[in-house]
Every structure is written in structure tokens, then in C-alpha cells.
């Protein structure tokens, strides 16, 4: 499969537990970003990698979100003490200069509880 | 900051062609896309216009023009699996790759 990943593709857990996600980009694609897409609404942005070097951060990103990226290839994004407002798909994509387009990968469904 | 705006709702019968407006007020650009997304699944790639003018894919055609802050997606020869949200994005010019999305477009295509 070439295309990209997310693990896992669901998880549910309590206010205040720490949760991460995995995402491995399209192998020849050198940037990735993060998403977050609530019901109704379109995707938003929350950081961007390029390589291992992390080049912005939304304000949506609060102290208790932080994305990395060590090697250039997978990213993980872990929240920390989840709140009920974390709810919501986290989406993963990947680009290249020369794909055009982002390409996204099939979201982490994250449920607080 | 950006807006983005496109209708909520748009229902059209099976074999009919349906637009999907698009308008967006930025403060940089770097290129208009539109993807497909099916309800519970990720959103795909459909098209990307940078430049005024129309791209063709298949059933699918963008257009797109810069000093109207306007694009359009025509889907063609409406499928029932056409049925999906249709997100319009604009790639801020302040930040390569970062894209900003509307609330997207809800198609429904009835028989």
C-alpha cells in the first residue's frame, strides 16, 4: 500500500488520559501535516513538517498538543490530559513539490469520554 | 486569516451536471483545490488550479478565477456515488503546503 497511514483508526479514552497517533506519509513525500475535522465542518490545519523540521503551528495547537516528526519519515501527535473538545477526526496528509496536492490519509477517530 | 464559503446542501438527480461555487477572501495564494469525502472516510484529491482558467478531468472540471476570489467544481453525468461532501481549499501563500478548507459542499444525487 502507497498510500498513507494512520494508527490507530479509532480510539476512545478518558478526560485527562494522554493519547497519540501515528502517520506514515507516502514514502517520497517530504511534507506532512495535521488536521482536525470536527462533524459539519472542513478540515483544520494544525502543524506541518517538512523533513524533521517542524515550520508552523496553529493556535488551534495548545500546550497540550505536540507533533513530531524524527526521522523525516512517520509523524506522531500526541494530546496530553485529552478534554471532551479534543473529540474529533485527526487527520494526516502528505505532499510533495511535485505531487500537487495533499494526500490524505484515512484519520485517527479520537472519542473523549 | 481566510474565508471560505460554499453552499451547505446541493441535491441533483442521477445523469445531471451540478456546480459547486466557491469564494474566498485570503491575504496570500497559492492555489485552490477541491477534494471528495465520503461520509466517515478521508477527504480525496480532485483537482487544483493555481491559474485562471478551467482544468478538465473526466466528469470533473475546476475553474478558477483569482481577481473574483472564485472557483468553481462541475461535476458531470451525476453518479449515485457522487454523493459526498466537497471541500474547497485554498493554499495560504504565506505558508507553503498549509491548505485552509471550507465547511464543504454536501452533494446529495437522487435516482
Known amino acids: 500500500d502507497t498510500g498513507v497511514s494512520q494508527n490507530p483508526r479509532h480510539k476512545i479514552t478518558k478526560r485527562g488520559q494522554n493519547v497519540t497517533f501515528r502517520c506514515d506519509p507516502i514514502?517520497?513525500?517530504?511534507?506532512l501535516y495535521w488536521y482536525r475535522q470536527t462533524l459539519g465542518q472542513g478540515p483544520e490545519f494544525l502543524t506541518y513538517?517538512?523533513?524533521?523540521?517542524?515550520?508552523?503551528k496553529s493556535r488551534l495547537l495548545s500546550d497540550r498538543f505536540s507533533a513530531e516528526r524524527p526521522k523525516g519519515s512517520f509523524s506522531t501527535l500526541e494530546i496530553q490530559r485529552t478534554e471532551q473538545g479534543d473529540s474529533a477526526m485527526y487527520l494526516c496528509?502528505?505532499?510533495?513539490?511535485?505531487?500537487?496536492?495533499?494526500?490524505f490519509g484515512p484519520g485517527t477517530r479520537l472519542t473523549v469520554t | 486569516g481566510q474565508n471560505i464559503d460554499q453552499p451547505t446542501e446541493m441535491t441533483a438527480t442521477e445523469g445531471a451536471i451540478v456546480q459547486i461555487n466557491c469564494t474566498y477572501q485570503?491575504?496570500?495564494?497559492?492555489?485552490l483545490f477541491w477534494y471528495q469525502q465520503h461520509a466517515g472516510e478521508a477527504p480525496t484529491f480532485l483537482s487544483y488550479?493555481?491559474?485562471?482558467g478551467l482544468e478538465e478531468k473526466g466528469r470533473f472540471s475546476s475553474f478558477l478565477s483569482r481577481s473574483k476570489g472564485y472557483s468553481y467544481l462541475l461535476l458531470k453525468e451525476l453518479q449515485m456515488k457522487d454523493s459526498a461532501s466537497y471541500l474547497c481549499?485554498?493554499?495560504?501563500?504565506?505558508?507553503?503546503?498549509?491548505?485552509?478548507f471550507g465547511a464543504g459542499t454536501q452533494v446529495v444525487v437522487t435516482p
Open positions: 496528509a502528505s505532499s510533495s513539490r511535485t505531487s500537487g496536492g495533499s494526500y
Open positions: 514514502s517520497e513525500h517530504n511534507r
Open positions: 513538517f517538512q523533513n524533521e523540521a517542524q515550520l508552523e
Open positions: 485570503t491575504s496570500g495564494f497559492n492555489g
Open positions: 488550479n493555481v491559474l485562471d
Open positions: 481549499a485554498v493554499r495560504d501563500g504565506d505558508s507553503w503546503g498549509k491548505l485552509q
